[in-house]
């Protein structure tokens, strides 16, 4: 591959210009349509609940508590090695213009990783913490890697909208694959058969939907990087650290940036926590079963789909960082409503409120980092997002787990930890300067001290 293939159209300040168009734009979103529905599937709702019920049940010997943190670990397990390797796989992704191969095998893996947990059953820890683990990382891996390509596809103006169209369109695809499992667990159970036998194989209808729903972005998306010549004594390990040590280096240029990465890494510490562990809570606390839970994450899913769109337009309007501070108030009045639940209706309360406030804090935290990113270390810098949300993947639920395990099984106090994650990152929000963020992103060699 040669530095001249595929080059773009640039401005005289060596910007990307040759922009996607509406078919390219939609391909990218539906990435986010394709792989919703795992984390529906695997991480919030079935799999969770029958991880903690079923395969590591007190039926199986294990003591209460234990099973949510043995969950937890392998959440965090997967977490821990995409956050050390994102940032280098971007790194390498951008050097050689190879993120749609990168892509393409963390997806690839994600899919087969998720259709071998159907083999998983009581008694089968071991074996569905390996699994488990093995589709987080291919599937966090593939979320850095699509977003990666948005500073590519669309302007710093828009960022905001497109991030909103995918996280939209994400809740949808989690909603239809939630929707089809659901229609088969009632005929399943209308056969009288165990959900032994209907969850392995809501599993491999998750895993097919995959499979063809990220199709289009495959077909479509281009990769419009330019390959980057490189000392050939260096091999891409090298050349990947000496890159993020010079990102590191520039962080006084970049401190809006690394101040909203750690923001972020706080309250999405909290979002993390729910999005993991919120079914598990509605099930031990509040007594729903497998139906009513993917009916309630159903319409969560949409509520999440109209937050996130609500929001990527709100953010274009009126800047990302006091949506994002609605948001996290939002968050706050959630996360108290289910602490106080008392009935299962008040679930359904606190989990539209999730909903709205999920889709939003989810869809402007990329866009944000994105604006912050220079266009031609997109990559590297959307890995430093990964890593901050691999690194609140792992804080965040565990923390729950352990809370959970030390006090026997004490869900509503383990609840606790995750109201603290959003309080605190609201407090730490009110220090990102936005303008002077994007200001650092477009031209990082002059930034004043008190610009915007």
Known sequence: ???????????????????????????????????????TVVQTTIFSTY?????????QGVTPGLSTLLWSLAIGIANLIVMISGPL??????HRACKKIFLLISSVGCIVSTALLALVGPGDIWLGMVL???????FASGENLIAAFLPEIVPEENMGRMSGYGWSLGYLGGLLTLGICL???????QQ?????????????????IFALTAAPTFIWLRERAIPVFWDKSLSNLQVSYTRLLHTFKEAARFRDLLWFLITLSVYQSGVSTVVVL???YAQEVMGFDTPSLIVLIMVVNVTAAIGAFICGHLQDRIGSVPTLAMTLLIWIVAVIVALLASEPWHMWIAGNIIGLAMGASQSVGRALVSKFSPVERAGEFLGLWGLVNRLSSIVGPLSYGLINYWSDGNHRLSLLSTLA???IGLALLSKVNESRGKAAATNPTIISDDAG
């Open 278 to 280: 919120a079914a598990i």
């Open 192 to 208: 009288g058969l165990p959900e032994t036998h209907f969850v392995p194989v809501t599993l491999l209808i998750t895993a097919a």
């Open 51 to 59: 991880f903690v019920g079923v395969v590591a049940g007190m039926a």
């Open 183 to 189: 229609a088969y667990i009632t005929w399943a159970k």
């Open 132 to 138: 488990v683990t093995l589709s987080a990382i291919m």
């Open 1 to 39: 591959m040669n530095s001249t293939q595929n080059k773009p159209f640039t401005d005289k300040k060596n910007q990307l210009t040759d922009r996607a168009g509406r078919r390219e734009l939609l391909a990218w979103a539906f990435y986010d349509f394709a792989n919703s529905g795992y984390t």
């Open 421 to 423: 994650f959003f309080i």
């Open 89 to 94: 796989v971007g790194a390498i992704a951008d």
